[in-house]
């Protein structure tokens, strides 16, 4: 399965390529008022306007000095942006290569991957950022 291969704060994290429509640039992010704190804002993307997660926020890690990309995410018909760090790479990933974690208390990571030079978190947020 393709999987998309990103950091944030030195930490390297998988997100299925499935969930994922396009990856773009960071582009200006409106602030919505009384929004709860993991949501940065809208965007206008060719004309549709999206709401932005912040992924930092989400899950609870500490804020990036700089988010370089917006991972557009889909479910169904609904679009939604995951502000991150910076997409490092699309990889290809067995799933037997994914030593799945068995910790309650975690919504979000689903397992972990090793590389020959760095180990890299599963997460699935779908059910997080679609409520």
């Known amino acids: 399965m393709q999987m998309i291969l990103f950091k944030m704060n030195h930490r390297n994290y998988l997100i299925s390529a499935d969930s994922v429509e396009e990856v773009i640039d960071t582009i200006r992010i409106t602030k919505v008022p009384l929004a709860p704190h993991w949501v940065e804002g ?78 890299a978190n599963v997460i699935q947020v779908n059910h997080m950022i679609f409520e």
């Open 42 to 119: 809208l965007i206008n993307l060719r004309g549709t306007v999206l709401t932005v997660v912040n992924l930092t926020k989400l899950i609870g890690v500490p804020n990036a000095e700089l988010n370089r990309n917006i991972l557009i995410m889909k479910q169904n018909e609904e679009k939604k942006g995951l502000l991150i760090e910076e997409v490092v790479e699309v990889v290809d990933i067995e799933e037997e290569d994914i030593q799945l974690m068995d910790e309650e208390g975690y919504d979000y990571y689903s397992g972990i991957v090793s590389f020959p030079d760095k180990v």
